[in-house]
Nanobody, 122 residues
């Protein structure tokens, strides 16, 4: 089995910063792309940022210049540093990983973290 365990998040005032972490563990053969998504109340889940195994990054326009995604391949962990937070960043944030397990090392499977609430007050 594979698990993605998230940490970080919480309540912060506008202009503040938060850091999210997501660690993948279990029967992992290799990890491909990792990323962060968010879902605000009444809205669809949207991409925030992704990072490939070679650390190529991609950001939603709404967070460019404010959020930074990074990863530690040795720890199968992805991070997101969120600065200059705005009330519109309020959402549940989910990490996502595309990976290969030791049981099926040629089959790419997507896993999601449990979600963590980020609330930005004005």
């Amino acid at each position: 089995q594979v698990q993605l365990v998230q940490s970080g998040g919480g309540l912060v005032q506008a202009g503040g910063s938060l850091r999210l972490s997501c660690a993948a563990s279990g029967n992992i053969f290799s990890v491909n792309a990792m990323g962060w998504y968010r879902q605000a109340p009444g809205k669809q889940r949207e991409l925030v940022a992704t990072i490939t195994s070679s650390s190529t990054t991609n950001y939603a326009d709404s967070v460019k210049g404010r959020f930074t995604i990074s990863r530690d391949n040795a720890k199968n962990t992805v991070y997101m540093q969120m600065n200059s937070l705005k009330p519109e960043d309020t959402a549940v944030y989910y990490c996502r990983a595309e990976l290969y397990t030791t049981v099926f090392p040629t089959v790419k499977t997507t896993y999601w973290g449990q979600g963590t609430q980020v609330t930005v007050s004005s």
